[in-house]
Nanobody
Framework: QVRLEEFGGGLVHPGGSLTLSCEAPEHVWGITSMGWHRQAPGKQRGMVAVVGNDGRTRYADSVKGRFSLLKDSIARNTVHLQMDSLEPGDTAVYYC?????????WGQGTLVTVSS
């Protein structure tokens, strides 16, 4: 069973920063996109940031200007999400997502809590 490994997450004060990292297994090749989604309590899971193998990135409107992906990391089967100026509304479980071979894979999720 293929698993995506997630790192980072935790508790941070409003205005603070966190970095989330995700790794796909080394033997996997041909990843077409990687990114992060999140799900807050009582809400549906939604896209946060995604990078394609062409280096193009997409961000949710709510995080533009605050979150950024390292564009060259997908070539190494990794994706890093830098989250700055965090707000209480960013509190959620963050899930790594990757696509290859016509299938979609998910991590188990990592909790990010933004609170004073």
């Amino acid at each position: 069973q293929v698993r995506l490994e997630e790192f980072g997450g935790g508790l941070v004060h409003p205005g603070g920063s966190l970095t989330l990292s995700c790794e796909a297994p080394e033997h996997v090749w041909g990843i077409t996109s990687m990114g992060w989604h999140r799900q807050a309590p009582g809400k549906q899971r939604g896209m946060v940031a995604v990078v394609g193998n062409d280096g193009r990135t997409r961000y949710a409107d709510s995080v533009k200007g605050r979150f950024s992906l390292l564009k060259d990391s997908i070539a190494r089967n990794t994706v890093h999400l830098q989250m700055d100026s965090l707000e209480p509304g960013d509190t959620a479980v963050y899930y790594c997502n990757a696509n290859w071979g016509g299938a979609t894979y998910w991590g188990q999720g990592t909790l990010v809590t933004v609170s004073s």
